[in-house]
């Protein structure tokens, strides 16, 4: 027996007890070790929704948010009322001018917080912010962003507060196809006064301002006797942005810098903030406001970069910056047949501007106006053709016109030389006739191939008044 | 001596066991709570009709409230309004299911059903400026879009919507039990284009295609027979494809898709003529294929279920 008890008493057999031994202790209850987190994933998960979810509902007045949804576009700006029930309503500073008259600016939809790659507040029934989310209004220009509504998102990924609770971070969830970002939005808490804030005045005076021309002109004036700087503007309401391009003048030329695009937001009081503006090769200013002023039709600074000296404008010129000579590819039959318009065309419609409606009448949503100017037979005598459908019924006037052109100012102008058909014009027609054939002449303009269509795009501004404007698809030969 | 060896080795094992299984006795327990929680119940009035109209009816789950992982998210979509699904929903059951559960005389749609419907309140419009109308995918889920646009009183547009329904259904069945492409591709063989959306749907028709999207391939041409052939009567289908009583075409000018109507150009040529015969008995072979395989498959004549849901349809449009 002894013999076997210092068997299994042998070197060996003690190593393998004492490695028996190690890993028996190793399971025994250390309270030193404690779990790192208190409770299971998916109650942290129900913690961090109610988090979100409380703060959301403890704003007696709501949030507002002024969300930019891509880099091609402004600002668009909503009043969110969370309730308990699941349901939120939502007011908007949206225009007739973005979504028609019927589009309303209250709606009542659901919302749902629930965990994505981090809490995720989401508009989960159709409201109003899913506007900006429509394939089917799409009016960024260029290639590619046909069926992208205005880039806009309804799911926000929720990413912390401010010390004193007063504004959320969200960034949208949605990913922006061409450059990877995801848009940060601010939710700042509503105050009594807050419905006040969702003002569409600036469209209106941006309307107001623009009646009187096309051409539209930003001065800087950095004060203490600083040189001024010239730039020309054009807005896009539906994008709710402006684009500028700083003139440059040289003794024997002048051009245009490349455009930058300023994104608008809509202030109560007739005023617009611009969220930042390019004034000179390395000036960048931000959060530029200005006000409306209603005689003049200008837009005036009211502070730049805390600088009182510095002032700001935009209004009205008469005629373009830079004359061009783009009408001498018109009348050259070899690089163009016609040129083609057509009334409201959801790609260039909006380049034609509001007070052409002062000149022929408006039949409603069913009209169309559809106008070739044929530049096809090398010889002087052209033509062009209206073509109503619609309420008028369906009817065609050959019109002939013969062109001229002033050189020396840069104009091409139309002389009318009676119908082809001999049938008598539709009243409703002259007046666009008239202002065909107004003595003055047009401006030409061509803007290049700036649409989904591979068409350049001209445009022919009244010089007698320069509010009138056409945008024209370009046939090639 | 042996023996003793080995009852010593059992007796340390033993110990050795109970004290490996003794040390860990103490181990805390695990979190009460389940990580899969099922949703509570809703008491929504809309989800309550859901869950007894498709869910417990026809075991058809239907998604209203936007889900990411569902739609495509490269496209700029956005949930339906509340208000619309319903009455989308009762459309959806009384001109799809109910037909052709009556006609196949028992649940046929419950047998041969997608589990999920997805309703999209907008339009799907493509970058190249298609427009989709709907999806299915796997056989398994049919996603429909414009869910918001639909006017309920206007036929047309009740017809249009349920045109998708019926062709996505047709490829639910197609998916489960393979029509005959090769005897179908034989119809129209140089017909099929990539570059559909180029084709308007009359030009189609003349070329022995029911519309432009048929000409993108066999299964989608057989899913546009089904959906054309189930949203009209038999007299709108039959002038549908009777395309030798055709005289007109649509007038372009330029080359610019101009339409004018009323102006209409009447072109007699002999070759138009032969066109027009070959491409409307294209069509009546399609036709009679569609038959034979509602027929032979799933023992459902086409042309009864065609007179059920167009009387379903005038009573739906009426009330």
């Known amino acids: 027996m002894k013999k076997i008890i ?235 942005t402006l684009t500028m391009r700083r003139l440059i003048e040289e003794s024997d030329t002048s051009y245009f810098e490349d455009e930058y695009v300023a994104g608008m937001d809509y202030l109560s009081g007739n005023r617009i903030r611009l969220d930042s503006l390019r004034l000179g090769e390395n000036e960048l200013f931000r959060d530029v406001i200005l006000q409306y002023d209603q005689p003049t039709g200008f837009f005036n600074s009211v502070e730049i970069n805390g600088e009182s000296d510095s002032r700001i404008s935009i209004g009205s010129r008469d005629k373009p910056f830079i004359l061009t000579k783009d009408y001498l590819d018109l009348i050259d039959p070899a690089q163009t047949f016609n040129l083609l318009f057509i009334y409201r065309d959801p790609d260039i419609g909006d380049l034609t501007t509001p007070a052409f409606n002062t000149v022929h009448a408006d039949y409603g949503r069913d009209f169309r106006l559809y106008t070739f100017f044929r530049f096809d037979s090398g010889v002087t005598l052209k033509e062009f053709l209206f073509i109503f459908q619609g309420a008028t019924g369906n009817s065609s006037l050959l019109q002939q016109l013969e062109y001229n052109v002033d050189a020396d100012r840069n104009r091409l102008i139309f002389i009318n030389k009676g119908l082809v058909n001999g049938a008598p014009i539709d009243p409703s027609g002259q007046p666009f006739l008239n202002l065909l054939t107004d003595p003055e002449g047009f401006y030409v303009e061509n803007l290049g191939s700036v649409t989904r269509f591979t068409n350049q795009i001209y445009t022919l501004t009244s010089v007698s008044n320069p509010a009138i404007r056409m945008g024209f698809y370009h046939i090639l030969p | 001596m042996n023996n003793t060896k080995k009852y010593i080795r059992i007796l340390f094992s033993g110990i050795m066991i109970i004290i490996l299984l003794a040390g860990c006795d103490e181990e805390p327990g695990l979190t009460p709570g389940s990580n899969l929680n099922p949703p509570p119940a809703s008491d929504d009035a809309l989800d309550l009709w859901i869950q007894e109209n498709y869910v417990d009816s026809f075991n058809i789950e239907v998604v209203y409230s936007w889900q990411e992982s ?69 056989g398994k889920r049919i996603t429909l879009f414009e869910v918001n646009l639909i006017d309920k009183s206007d036929s047309i547009q009740v017809n ?153 349809t005038q009573r739906a449009i009426r009330r």
């Open chain 2, 70 to 138: 569902l739609v495509d998210q490269s496209r700029y979509l956005y949930p339906p309004h509340k208000d619309s699904v319903q009455s989308v929903l009762e459309f959806v059951k009384a001109l799809w299911i109910e037909p052709y559960n009556r006609v196949a005389g028992k649940p046929f749609v419950q047998e041969l059903k997608p589990s999920q419907l997805v309703l999209v309140g907008g339009r799907n419009l493509n970058p190249a400026g298609t427009i989709t109308l709907g999806l299915a995918e796997a």
């Open chain 2, 160 to 312: 249009r919507f349920m045109q998708t329904v019926h062709h996505e259904y047709a490829h639910i069945l197609e998916q489960s039990r393979p029509f005959n492409e090769e005897v179908w591709g034989e119809i129209t063989p140089e017909g099929y284009t990539a570059q559909w959306f180029n084709e308007s749907d009359r030009g189609s028709q003349e070329e022995g295609f029911i519309s432009a999207y048929a000409r993108s391939n066999e299964n989608e041409d057989f899913a546009e027979m089904v959906a054309y052939m189930l949203t009209t009567n038999r007299e709108q289908w039959n002038e549908l494809i009777d395309i030798t009583a055709r005289d007109t075409e649509v007038v372009t000018m330029n080359g610019i898709p101009v339409i004018i109507e009323g102006r209409p150009q009447i072109r007699e040529v002999p070759e138009e003529r032969n066109r027009f015969t070959r491409a409307e008995e294209d069509l009546k072979a399609k036709e009679q294929l569609v038959f034979s395989y509602y027929r032979d498959e799933y023992g459902l004549d086409i042309y009864v279920l065609q007179d059920s849901i167009y009387n379903a």
């Open chain 1, 6 to 240: 210092q068997h299994y008493l042998s070197q060996k057999y003690l190593a393998f007890m004492f490695g028996l031994v190690l890993i028996v202790t190793s399971c025994s209850d250390d309270e030193t070790t404690q779990p790192l987190f208190d409770k299971s994933a998916e109650e942290r998960v129900q913690a961090e929704i109610s988090v979100l979810r409380n703060t959301l509902l403890e704003s007696e007045f709501g949030w507002v948010a002024s969300y930019r949804p891509a880099e091609e576009t402004g600002y668009f700006r909503f009043l969110f009322k969370f309730e308990e029930d699941g349901t939120v309503e939502t007011q908007t500073n949206f225009d007739s001018n973005l979504f028609g008259d019927d589009a309303g600016r209250r709606s009542v939809s659901e919302y749902e917080i629930v965990q994505g790659s981090t809490t995720k507040l989401s508009f989960t029934t159709e409201g109003l912010i899913h506007r900006l989310s429509d394939s089917n209004f799409s009016p960024i220009p260029g290639r590619g962003n046909g069926g992208s509504g205005l880039k806009g998102d309804f799911e926000f990924l929720y990413f912390g507060k401010s010390d004193n609770g007063d504004t959320l971070a969200f960034r949208a969830n949605r990913t922006q196809p061409d450059n990877n970002t995801q848009y940060i939005v601010r939710f700042v808490r509503a105050g009594s006064e807050s419905e006040n804030s969702l003002s569409t005045d600036p469209i209106n005076d941006i309307g107001e301002s623009t009646q009187k021309s096309v051409y539209q002109a930003l001065v800087y004036d950095p004060g203490s006797g600083g040189e001024q700087l010239t730039a020309s503007v054009d807005y896009n309401t539906r994008l709710r």
